[in-house]
């Protein structure tokens, strides 16, 4: 009888910490890399068919530690992304020989709520918004480290469920 009863006790404590894991629903993640070197967590799998643009292209390769809580992914980009400048940007400053010390540049957001920088003098690519911020390299990187604290994008931070 008493084995019994240790038994059921063991099996009790299983499921009640069974149903505590599953209220949390701790997500892990995935770090993706876009072919313009922009970087973004996403679950995993999930970020190979997010699309920044609304296409459905497939818009990153993963990149960094295979799976990962978003806190541990976030701070994995943080330290990884030295150079938010999208390489486009990055290979169009160096051949027109444009200086990240006396450039202007424009912080921009898109309808996911990724950030990305542009000549403050361009126009604003299709599916982007303008955030107001002209600044240098430095600053800009700064303000989008301050403002981009959740690097999912939107369509999966509204998803429901998620971990917050």
Do not use: H, N, W
């Given at each position: 009888?008493?084995?019994?009863?240790?038994?059921?006790?063991?099996v009790l404590t299983l499921v009640v910490s069974l149903c505590m894991a599953q209220e949390q629903k701790f997500d892990t993640y995935q770090v993706?890399?876009?072919s313009d070197g922009?970087?973004?967590?996403?679950?995993?799998?999930i970020g190979k068919l997010a699309s920044a643009s609304g296409t459905g292209k497939t818009m990153g390769v993963?990149?960094?530690p295979e799976s990962c809580l978003l806190e541990e992914c976030q701070k994995w980009i943080k330290e990884n992304w030295t150079d938010m400048r999208p390489l486009s940007?990055?290979?169009?400053?160096?051949?027109?020989?444009?200086s990240v010390k006396d450039t202007k540049l424009s912080v921009v957001i898109n309808h996911e709520e990724q950030y990305s920088l542009k000549l403050a003098e361009d126009k604003v690519p299709d599916g982007w918004k303008d955030t107001g911020h002209?600044?240098?390299?430095?600053d800009c990187m700064n303000y989008i480290k301050e403002v981009w604290t959740d690097m999912r994008p939107l369509s999966l931070r509204k998803r429901p469920g998620r971990a917050k």
């Open positions: 009888m008493k084995s019994v009863r240790t038994f059921l006790s063991i993706f890399k876009t922009q970087y973004f967590a996403s679950l995993p799998g993963p990149v960094g940007l990055q290979k169009r400053m160096a051949d027109e020989g444009l002209v600044c240098l390299l430095d």
